[in-house]
């Protein structure tokens, strides 16, 4: 908010800035001058305006330049040198990554789960240095069911009661206890049941009121796949040394359920899932982390891409206010011009739609110039020059 003998300065700044800016923009600074909780002195308005036109001045291109042509030309070009196979995580034979050009894809694709969803976690002062401690967070966010502790499991038809055998090893590896896995059965809703649990680690579940084989074949998948602990879609979590301090490196990702963990520091957790960056922090967060995956699958490919092309098909991605990919489903077959949109894919479907529609063409992009053999109207093809010869 702003004082109201404010009120006449903060309109003729806006009146000043949309010589400059387009109207949006302008709007939305007013509008967030306007609602801000604390008052909004002079030199703050002036400094917010600069800093607006500033950064929409260094934003601008020179008319004419056929930026998109060239962004993709670009990455194209040097995407063709790219390896194709998903590789091991170096030094950890348990995860796998996915680079190179299948990765390349699934960014602009904005595909919802990545092929190999994973995690980068970094602790708080407390636990970073201590493995331990680290080790303990681990298994907090292992996502760790029944099935994962149990080494084999029977049915006893005589008496209608299920057999498991636990691990003892895994029951280590997990950070789980005999007590952890019956606490998790007692939490389903089983009907009348009982467990007994024998010295070497078995656990017979007996039913009393179960009088079919099928219900309880069914019974026993239902146990399997009970949750003890963990967080869902972390599949494996492990503690790797980084410099001087702990990190967790995860096999899946689940962004929300994580930030939640004690011990994990919030502001430096690393995901490549983008839908979940952009559902947890928002559109600004995703446009940042397409521009940073994208840089990351070229550098290890050895290959060397300007950073403007990048943040421009970011920028393209994510200008909605929604990630969307470049395809027929998101950027291109948004697309105003008809032919624009045929010439990429499905072209008949695209001409039908149009049809029925009744769209016009107006030719004001480069594909659909090209298509019809007209010069397009970029660079020197804007300018339409006409000569009046003087006669002597």
């Given at each position: 908010?702003?004082?109201?003998?404010?009120?006449?300065?903060?309109?003729?700044?806006?009146?000043?800035?949309?010589?400059?800016?387009?109207?949006?923009?302008?709007?939305?600074?007013?509008?967030?001058?306007?609602?801000k909780?604390?008052?909004?002195?002079r030199?703050?308005?002036?400094?917010?305006?600069?800093?607006?036109?500033?950064?929409?001045?260094?934003?601008?291109?020179?008319?004419?330049e056929?930026i998109?042509i060239?962004?993709?030309?670009?990455?194209?070009?040097?995407?063709?040198?790219?390896?194709?196979?998903?590789?091991?995580?170096?030094?950890?034979?348990?995860?796998?990554?996915?680079?190179?050009?299948?990765?390349?894809?699934?960014?602009?694709?904005?595909?919802?789960?990545?092929?190999?969803?994973?995690?980068?976690?970094?602790l708080?002062?407390?636990?970073?240095?201590d493995?331990?401690?680290?080790?303990?967070?681990?298994?907090?966010?292992?996502?760790?069911?029944?099935?994962?502790?149990?080494?084999?499991?029977?049915?006893?038809?005589?008496?209608?009661?299920?057999?498991?055998?636990?691990d003892n090893?895994?029951?280590?590896?997990?950070?789980?206890?005999?007590?952890?896995?019956?606490?998790?059965?007692?939490?389903?809703?089983?009907?009348?049941?009982?467990?007994?649990?024998?010295?070497?680690?078995?656990?017979?579940?007996?039913?009393?009121?179960?009088?079919?084989?099928?219900?309880?074949?069914?019974?026993?998948?239902?146990?399997?796949?009970?949750?003890?602990k963990?967080?869902?879609g972390?599949?494996?979590?492990?503690?790797?040394?980084?410099?001087?301090?702990?990190?967790?490196?995860?096999?899946?990702?689940?962004l929300?359920?994580v930030?939640?963990?004690?011990?994990?520091?919030?502001?430096?957790?690393?995901?490549?899932?983008?839908?979940?960056?952009?559902?947890?922090?928002?559109?600004?967060?995703?446009?940042?982390?397409?521009?940073?995956?994208?840089?990351?699958?070229?550098?290890?490919?050895?290959?060397?891409?300007?950073?403007?092309?990048?943040?421009?098909?970011?920028?393209?991605?994510?200008?909605?206010?929604?990630?969307?990919?470049?395809?027929?489903?998101?950027?291109?077959g948004?697309?105003?011009?008809?032919?624009?949109?045929?010439?990429?894919?499905?072209?008949?479907?695209?001409?039908?739609?149009?049809?029925?529609?009744?769209?016009?063409?107006?030719?004001?992009g480069?594909?659909?110039?090209?298509?019809?053999?007209?010069p397009?109207?970029?660079?020197?093809g804007?300018?339409?020059?006409?000569m009046?010869?003087?006669?002597?």
């Amino acid at each position: 908010m702003i004082d109201e003998k404010d009120k006449p300065y903060l309109e003729e700044k806006v009146k000043q800035a949309s010589n400059i800016l387009p109207q949006k923009i302008v709007d939305d600074l007013k509008n967030l001058i306007l609602n801000k909780e604390i008052i909004v002195t002079r030199d703050e308005i002036d400094k917010i305006f600069d800093l607006a036109i500033k950064e929409y001045s260094e934003g601008l291109i020179a008319p004419g330049e056929a930026i998109g042509i060239v962004a993709a030309q670009s990455v194209g070009e040097p995407g063709t040198q790219m390896t194709l196979r998903t590789f091991h995580f170096a030094g950890i034979r348990e995860l796998n990554v996915t680079l190179g050009l299948p990765r390349l894809i699934e960014i602009v694709d904005a595909k919802k789960v990545p092929s190999t969803p994973m995690m980068t976690i970094y602790l708080t002062d407390e636990y970073k240095r201590d493995r331990d401690k680290a080790l303990e967070v681990a298994r907090k966010l292992e996502y760790t069911k029944i099935e994962n502790v149990v080494s084999s499991t029977s049915i006893d038809i005589a008496s209608m009661s299920i057999i498991l055998q636990l691990d003892n090893e895994m029951l280590k590896d997990k950070g789980v206890t005999v007590d952890d896995v019956k606490k998790a059965i007692g939490r389903l809703k089983l009907g009348d049941f009982m467990i007994e649990e024998s010295e070497d680690s078995t656990l017979n579940i007996n039913f009393a009121n179960i009088d079919s084989i099928a219900a309880l074949f069914k019974l026993r998948d239902k146990i399997l796949n009970t949750k003890i602990k963990g967080i869902k879609g972390i599949k494996r979590a492990i503690v790797q040394k980084k410099g001087d301090e702990y990190i967790i490196l995860t096999d899946g990702s689940n962004l929300s359920g994580v930030l939640s963990v004690k011990g994990v520091d919030v502001a430096k957790v690393e995901t490549n899932n983008i839908r979940e960056i952009e559902e947890v922090f928002g559109i600004e967060a995703a446009r940042e982390i397409i521009i940073r995956e994208i840089s990351k699958v070229l550098a290890e490919q050895g290959l060397d891409v300007d950073i403007r092309h990048i943040l421009l098909i970011a920028d393209v991605m994510t200008r909605t206010g929604i990630v969307r990919q470049i395809g027929r489903h998101g950027v291109t077959g948004e697309k105003n011009s008809v032919l624009a949109r045929a010439a990429f894919e499905v072209t008949v479907k695209h001409l039908l739609d149009a049809a029925a529609r009744g769209d016009v063409e107006e030719f004001k992009g480069v594909v659909e110039n090209i298509i019809i053999g007209h010069p397009i109207k970029l660079g020197t093809g804007m300018v339409e020059l006409t000569m009046r010869p003087i006669l002597r």
